[in-house]
């Protein structure tokens, strides 16, 4: 079982919104598709549900073609696409309904996500009725409630508070682990990190970075350093040859070429007695990656 997508590319003009994407997910879990606005992101998504054609390339689901009418799939789009007019229960049971689902079954479904996602007050309500986050929730309950087997997330946690941010997590945690198939888009780095394994970064519709998260961040090294002191500790990090990078309350960050470099600094700063509040050495997040990588594909 694996979804694979095979060099697709799509032009409008003479401009080429998605450049030869290529990836394959051949196990159950969550794949990253990253890029700053614009990247291809959006495209490559509604080529891979049969929204948009490609060029050329080819996108398969268990070796198969992949046709979006035949197949267990949930889709979250980043656009709100509910009628704003008419009752949130009916609309429910009308897309379930465009996905097989029978009356008393999707009910059943539609109801347990209402209240696993807290939302039963509004299932009378109009969707112009709801706030912007909760509509993002009714959304959710519209891809779920099929039961779908691969499960396409575009920026799923926009609109959110931090609890309502959470809830979604804790959903994308229990698909996970019945062993289903996701692709997210997020602008969001951080929660990228917490569910996916492998990614790729678009830029300008070409990739500049795929593979495994956890092999991309070794391959740097432990390079980033903070340290937090109660006290100035700006000579003893020039002695190391560091400058700090970036400087906030929790502490100076410096980028160092080894990990005796940044020995060094702790050396000079236990030797000096400066109380030492916090000494981390560390992989590169997913968000400097992600800079540094857009940054470079920019420069060329």
């Known amino acids: 079982m694996s979804l694979k997508v095979d060099n697709i590319v799509k032009t409008y003009g003479s401009y080429r919104a998605v450049d030869g994407l290529s990836f394959e997910m051949t196990e159950p879990g969550v794949f990253a598709l990253l890029g700053t606005n614009g990247a291809g992101k959006t495209t490559s998504i509604r080529i891979i549900l ?3 054609s490609a060029d050329s390339g080819s996108v ?3 070796g198969k073609k992949f046709c979006t009418a035949n197949e267990s799939i949930g889709y979250l789009a980043e656009e709100r696409g509910l009628y704003p007019k008419y009752k949130i229960m009916d609309q429910l049971l009308y897309f379930a309904s465009l996905k097989g689902m029978r009356r008393p079954e999707a009910a ?3 109801n347990y996500w ?4 807290g939302v039963e007050e509004y299932r009378d309500k109009r969707a112009e009725q709801l706030s912007k986050g909760n509509q993002q929730k009714i959304q959710l309950i519209a ?6 087997e691969l499960l396409i997330l575009d920026e799923p946690l926009s609109g959110l508070d931090p609890v309502n941010a959470e809830l979604f997590k804790s959903v994308i945690r229990e698909e996970i682990k019945r062993n289903k198939y996701v692709i997210m888009s997020s602008h969001q780095m951080s929660t990228i990190e917490e569910f996916c394994r492998g990614i790729v970064i678009l830029n300008k519709g070409k990739t500049v970075l795929q593979g495994d998260l956890n092999e991309i961040k070794k391959g740097y090294g432990r390079v980033k350093l903070t340290v937090k002191c109660e006290g ?3 000579p003893l990090a020039q002695e190391c040859g560091l400058t700090a990078v970036e400087e906030t309350p929790n502490g100076s960050s410096y980028n160092v070429s080894s990990k005796e470099q940044a020995h060094a600094l702790l050396h000079r700063i236990m030797d000096s007695g400066i109380p030492l509040i916090k000494y981390e050495l560390r992989e ?3 968000n400097e990656i992600f800079i540094e990588k857009v940054g470079e594909s920019d420069e060329k």
């Open 143 to 148: 891809a779920l409630a099929p039961d779908p």
């Open 232 to 234: 100035d500790i700006t």
């Open 108 to 110: 059943k479904a539609i």
């Open 60 to 62: 398969t689901w268990h």
């Open 284 to 286: 590169p997040s997913l």
């Open 50 to 52: 049969g929204m948009l």
């Open 114 to 117: 209402f209240e696993r996602l």
